[in-house]
């Protein structure tokens, strides 16, 4: 999918994502007839992931924690129970895993909204394997 101009008018090079690149098409304009891959066949490389982890304190509420897993990580209640519970009793554990930025944006959420009720909660960025 990529969005083209709802006025019909030819959409720009940027939007059509299966166009074949300038350095893709025949340089040497010989007249030879060459085939472009499209980025379909080309090898798209996935990016690196990273682990949100979430550290165990003793003044952050379950409750916190929980609500913090279902609104920023997206999780159903079962499973912010069981990372919140699995934190609790072991120290760290993954709250999700994300592209760097995504990451990221977790982690500033998540500190201002504890920040914001005075919890000393600490999260950190690892790479997956
Ligand atoms: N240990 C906290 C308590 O007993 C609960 C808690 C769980 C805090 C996970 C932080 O990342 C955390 N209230």
């Keep these: 999918m990529c969005d083209l101009p709802i006025d019909g008018s030819a959409p720009r090079p940027e ?11 025949n340089p040497t304009e010989t007249g030879t007839l060459t085939r472009t891959r499209t980025k379909t066949e080309r090898q798209l490389k996935k990016p690196p992931l ?5 550290h165990n304190d003793d003044y952050t509420t379950r409750e916190f924690v929980v ?9 159903n209640e079962t499973d912010a ?3 919140m519970s699995h934190v609790h009793n072991h120290g760290i554990g993954v709250a999700g895993v994300y592209t760097f930025e995504v990451a990221e944006t977790k982690v500033t959420k998540t500190m201002h909204l504890a920040k914001a ?5 600490q999260l950190s960025i690892e790479p997956a394997d």
């Excluded at 609500?67 to 999780?75: D, E, I, N, P, S």
């Excluded at 009720?117 to 909660?121: A, R, T, Y």
């Design 117 to 121: 009720q005075q919890f000393p909660l």
């Design 15 to 25: 939007m059509v994502k299966d166009r074949p690149r300038m350095s893709e098409r």
């Design 50 to 54: 990273f682990k949100v982890l979430l």
């Design 81 to 83: 129970v069981a990372i």
């Design 67 to 75: 609500w913090v897993l279902q609104t920023v990580f997206h999780k």
